[in-house]
């Protein structure tokens, strides 16, 4: 009888670790996505701020009137290095996403594994209900 409970007990918890295991995999994959977005607006961003810097500096040194570029040079590269603060800032979160990604897959495939080796879970098709 105290068998039967601890299998039972047990299978509540496994069914309801893996039921949060199901519903935080996609959202983890749809956050996962919108990092890696940001991520590559950032270099497009870090991309044109260098190009911006650069092309000011040209005019600046070809200009015949005394126009002072220097500050909005200054302003520019200022703003690329905060980008890439950023940028550094995503990528690791997007790495550990990755990671907590990984754990949570193989964290259900030990949990299926488990109850299918118990005889408590049978897996479904997915064209079945």
């Known amino acids: ?71 909005y040079v200054k302003k520019l590269l200022n703003a690329r290095r905060r980008v890439v603060l950023v940028n550094n800032i995503l990528q690791n979160a997007q790495e550990r996403l990755r990671r907590l990604n990984h754990n949570v897959a193989k964290e259900t495939a030990r949990r299926k594994t488990m109850l299918e080796a118990s005889g408590v879970f049978t897996p479904r098709s997915p064209s079945k209900p």
Request: charged fraction near 25%; aromatic fraction near 0%.
């Open 1 to 71: 009888m105290a068998a039967a409970a601890l299998v039972e007990t047990s299978s509540g918890k496994d069914a309801i670790a893996e039921g949060l295991l199901d519903l935080l995999k996609p959202a983890i994959q749809q956050l996962d996505l919108h990092v890696h977005s940001v991520r590559e607006s950032q270099v497009e961003l870090r991309e044109h701020i260098d190009s911006l810097a650069t092309e000011l500096c040209r005019i600046n040194e070809h200009q015949k009137v005394a126009l002072d570029l220097d500050p």
